[in-house]
T-cell receptor
Framework: GAVVSQHPSRVICKSGTSVKIECRSL??????MFWYRQFPKKSLMLMAT?????????EQGVEKDKFLINHASLTLSTLTVTSAHPEDSSFYIC????????????FGPGTRLTVT | TQLLEQSPQFLSIQEGENLTVYCNSS?????LQWYRQEPGEGPVLLVT?????EVKKLKRLTFQFGDARKDSSLHITAAQPGDTGLYLC????????????FGKGTSLLVTP
């Protein structure tokens, strides 16, 4: 149980285009999902907290107009990188917190974004 | 501000050796998790500790939560090459909700 999927696993896009990444909890409902960014051999950096049915909460320094988050259902959150630039290239990982459960987060497999 | 100080950052040992990874903070956590991550994959939850002084064992891995819930350790006995990976500690601050605060990670390499 507690499986989280992400799609796509890898994406290459051109500068100026937008990319959408999906995060799904497959066998549980998640009122809260989280989006992280990870640089090579570094730890995870929290970008935003996604709450079902309400606006996401962004961490300091993360542009909400650039990283659009939508949490439309209890099993799906999306992150859209708008007008992507090469510096947005990174490994993006989502996690989900099971509704009614302990403070545990289950992570997706990540999405490798490369902006050319 | 790094709430969780994780050490060591890098560790290279030979198969059969023991090792301990530490996570320390001046803050109190309601829970603390340990994850293991392979390159190009998401972190996989190993254990959650919630009670001060708690000790949990997962085969050759022993996890301990400090009495004051400010620190934790991961001890691996007789390390094997399959233990190679990035180990991350992460905690939820007491009273803060669900957001995880991650340590910087420990990159472990176990050579045959």
């Amino acid at each position: 149980g507690a499986v989280v999927s992400q799609h796509p696993s890898r994406v290459i896009c051109k500068s100026g285009t937008s990319v959408k990444i999906e995060c799904r909890s497959l066998d549980f409902q998640a009122t809260t999902m989280f989006w992280y960014r990870q640089f090579p051999k570094k730890s995870l950096m929290l970008m935003a907290t996604s709450n079902e049915g309400s606006k996401a909460t962004y961490e300091q320094g993360v542009e909400k107009d650039k990283f659009l988050i939508n949490h439309a259902s209890l099993t799906l959150s999306t992150l859209t990188v708008t007008s992507a630039h090469p510096e947005d290239s990174s490994f993006y990982i989502c996690s989900a917190n099971p509704a009614g459960g302990r403070n545990e987060q289950y992570f997706g497999p990540g999405t490798r974004l490369t902006v050319t | 501000t790094q709430l969780l100080e994780q050490s060591p950052q890098f560790l290279s040992i030979q198969e059969g050796e023991n090792l301990t990874v530490y996570c320390n903070s001046s803050s109190v956590f309601s829970s603390l998790q340990w994850y293991r991550q392979e390159p190009g994959e998401g972190p996989v939850l190993l254990v959650t500790v919630v009670t001060g002084g708690e000790v949990k064992k997962l085969k050759r891995l022993t996890f301990q939560f400090g009495d004051a819930r400010k620190d934790s350790s991961l001890h691996i006995t007789a390390a094997q090459p399959g233990d190679t990976g990035l180990y991350l500690c992460a905690g939820v601050l007491l009273g803060s909700g669900y957001a995880l605060n991650f340590g910087k990670g420990t990159s472990l390499l176990v050579t045959p």
